[in-house]
């Protein structure tokens, strides 16, 4: 090209017209961003929505202690991320061990004949 930097850069970075420098770049720069700090509450709140829609619906007793540890985390993702991922964890082994007692139940009234009419 005609129209090369002396450094030996044929283009002017950014697309700028020559003879301007291209904007400042405000932010983070090169390199990865800074990690986010939002904590397990998006987590949080699916599992207790999910614990209470079990509750509700299912009659599952096992959501209670589940939507109770979820909300505790909800309130703890900010300040002690580490116990409230292990709250959430709980909360997800809680609605989980729920539902396969909810379904054995179910499975064992239907072979005992407790759903015949």
């Known amino acids: ?10 283009y002017q970075p950014y697309g700028a017209p020559y003879g301007e420098q291209p904007p400042p770049q405000y932010g983070y720069g090169y390199g990865t961003p800074p990690p986010r700090n939002d904590g397990p509450s998006a987590n949080a709140i699916v599992a207790l929505v999910l614990n209470l829609v079990a509750v509700v619906s299912c009659c599952n007793v096992l959501g209670i202690p589940g939507a109770i540890l979820a909300g505790l985390a909800i309130g703890r993702s900010r300040t002690e991320p580490r ?7 709980w909360s997800w082994v809680l609605f989980g061990l729920g539902f396969v007692v909810t379904i054995g139940t179910f499975l064992a009234l239907g072979f005992s004949g407790a759903f015949d009419d």
Do not use: H, L, N, V
Not at 1 to 8: A, L, R, V, Y
Not at 83 to 89: D, S, Y
């Open 83 to 89: 116990t409230a991922r292990t709250m959430i964890t």
């Open 1 to 10: 090209m005609g129209q090369e930097d002396p450094s030996g850069y044929p």
